[in-house]
């Protein structure tokens, strides 16, 4: 089960780098276009993103339960299936105004708590890296096993 829902995550990247090329600039993917249930505003690029993303995972044939800032929650099939957690645009701010430190971030759970998370996807626009972890199994760096060594040195980030 979870190669498919990692075959999805990779999928719906795909899906969001066609919802960028759509809205390729701050004057297409800002505007808002609603408030999510999150009570968030909603802009065009969220939805977008998360349309995009949705359709995929609804066509997939998969019994879902799916937690999302912009829908909430909704059922997908009977509902029985695992709960998917998604968040389409991660740092929607950067998104929209073309910095490119945004992801894809997705959860695949056995239950309603952190606790039940069995697979994890990240796909990060800026490094275009694809981080994925599975219980048991440990975290990947694109597809290669992940070292839980720390840096050697240390590490300073400024921002403005």
Same mark, same amino acid.
């Given at each position: #089960?979870?190669?498919?829902?990692?075959?999805?995550?990779?999928?719906? $990247?795909?899906?969001v780098r066609g919802v960028l090329g759509d809205l390729p600039g701050r004057a297409e993917r800002e505007p808002v276009v609603g408030t999510g249930l999150g009570g968030d505003e909603t802009t065009a690029v969220d939805e977008a993103a998360e349309r995009a993303? &949705?359709?995929? +995972?609804?066509? %997939?044939?998969?019994? +879902?339960?799916?937690?999302?800032?912009?829908?909430?929650?909704?059922? @997908?099939?009977?509902?029985?299936?695992?709960? &998917? $957690?998604?968040?389409? *645009?991660?740092? !929607?701010?950067?998104?929209?105004?073309? $910095?490119? /430190? @945004? !992801?894809? %971030? $997705?959860? *695949?759970?056995?239950?309603?708590? #952190?606790?039940?998370?069995? @697979?994890?996807?990240?796909?990060? +626009?800026?490094?275009?890296?694809?981080?994925?972890?599975? =219980?048991?199994?440990?975290? +990947?760096?694109?597809?290669?096993?992940?070292?839980?060594?720390?840096?050697?040195?240390? =590490?300073? *980030?400024?921002? /403005?």
């Amino acid at each position: #089960m979870t190669a498919a829902w990692l075959e999805l995550c990779r999928a719906a $990247v795909e899906d969001v780098r066609g919802v960028l090329g759509d809205l390729p600039g701050r004057a297409e993917r800002e505007p808002v276009v609603g408030t999510g249930l999150g009570g968030d505003e909603t802009t065009a690029v969220d939805e977008a993103a998360e349309r995009a993303i &949705v359709g995929r +995972f609804a066509g %997939s044939g998969e019994s +879902f339960r799916l937690v999302s800032e912009e829908l909430g929650e909704k059922s @997908f099939g009977d509902g029985t299936g695992p709960w &998917v $957690v998604l968040d389409p *645009i991660d740092g !929607s701010l950067n998104a929209k105004r073309g $910095v490119p /430190f @945004f !992801s894809v %971030s $997705v959860a *695949i759970a056995d239950g309603p708590t #952190m606790a039940d998370v069995r @697979f994890a996807s990240v796909y990060d +626009f800026g490094a275009r890296e694809e981080w994925t972890a599975e =219980r048991g199994r440990g975290a +990947f760096l694109d597809g290669q096993p992940h070292s839980a060594q720390p840096p050697k040195d240390e =590490r300073e *980030i400024l921002s /403005f």
